[in-house]
């Protein structure tokens, strides 16, 4: 395993849900961490639950969706604190409306949010990672990056699009025989309150995960240097089932409750 002590871990949306946990999670094994989010009070209660620890988490307001704040909030922070090693890309939103029902600048934002920002990070920190030829992307993306969910067309094209930007960026390090690693990170629903509501199943097969057991697990998947994490582990089977004929993969998924799931979704109020 891979040791993060003294280096630097941005977190992006690091305010709240699975972000503040592996923020403390980085913290608590020596990485110098920083959260990017959009709100103040998400940041400070974020410094806090660190102080509280003894631990030290700085946080910096800076919406990832502002190509320019981006590069501006990068700049400062190289800055202040030095090249970043590990670029968490974990901001995200979810709109949970059919695609009909969605409205255009919803549709647009969620791209921004969670597909569109995936850029403006790398392009700000990559180039450091490559002249030291050391580094980290971590991608949080989706099971919903894998498989498409009734109700959630919008959230899967941009967890698609996250999942496909990873992939991409792994073969262009694979081909400059860069030593900068990246990691996918694909779970289930998680109980952070981002779909909040939102049922399973088969809870033993497809259960919601615990937001402490995500965060510890992806953390521990970027010091492993491991390419790709999918949770729980039966999510892994869609790579299988996506050798039937599509008709047999909807109807395994209709099963499943897959297209059921967001009925009840309220998501945070
Ligand atoms: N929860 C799940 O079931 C689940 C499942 C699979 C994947 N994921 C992914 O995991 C990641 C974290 O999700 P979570 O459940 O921890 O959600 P969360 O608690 O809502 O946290 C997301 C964080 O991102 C921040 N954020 C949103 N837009 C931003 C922007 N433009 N710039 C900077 N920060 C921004 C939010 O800030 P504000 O609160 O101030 O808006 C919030 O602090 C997301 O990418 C999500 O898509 C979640």
């Not at 901001?91 to 969605?102: E, F």
Request: glycine content about 8%.
């Amino acid at each position: 395993m891979k040791s993060v002590k003294d280096k630097l871990v941005l977190v992006t949306g690091g305010g709240s849900g699975i972000g503040r946990l592996m923020a403390l999670d980085f913290a608590r094994r020596g990485g110098r961490v920083v959260i990017w989010d959009l709100s103040q009070k998400a940041i400070d209660q974020a410094v806090e639950e660190a102080r509280k620890e003894g631990l030290e988490i700085s946080g910096m307001i800076c919406d990832v969706t502002n190509r320019l704040a981006v590069y501006s909030c990068a700049e400062t922070l190289t800055g202040r604190a030095g090249p970043v090693d590990v670029l968490v890309n974990n901001a995200g939103i979810v709109n949970g409306k059919t695609l009909l029902d969605t409205a255009d600048e919803n549709i647009e934002k969620i791209m921004d949010v969670n597909s569109l920002s995936l850029f403006w990070t790398a392009k700000a920190f990559l180039p450091s990672m490559l002249e030291r030829n050391t580094g980290h992307i971590v991608t949080v993306s989706s099971a919903a990056g894998l498989v498409g969910i009734s109700g959630l067309a919008d959230y899967c094209a941009s967890k698609f699009a996250a999942f496909g930007f990873n992939e991409a960026v792994r073969m262009e390090m694979r081909r400059l025989r860069s030593r900068v690693r990246t990691t996918v990170v694909c779970p289930f629903f998680i109980n952070t309150g981002m779909f909040d509501g939102v049922k399973t199943r088969f809870p033993l097969l497809l259960p919601i995960l615990k937001p402490s057991y995500a965060a510890s697990k992806i953390v521990k998947a970027v010091l492993k240097n491991r390419k790709c994490l999918i949770m729980p582990r039966f999510v892994y089977s869609i790579f299988l089932l996506r050798l039937l004929p599509v008709s047999v993969f909807d109807f395994i998924a209709d099963f499943m409750g897959v297209n059921r799931s967001m009925e009840s979704f309220r998501g945070r109020s």
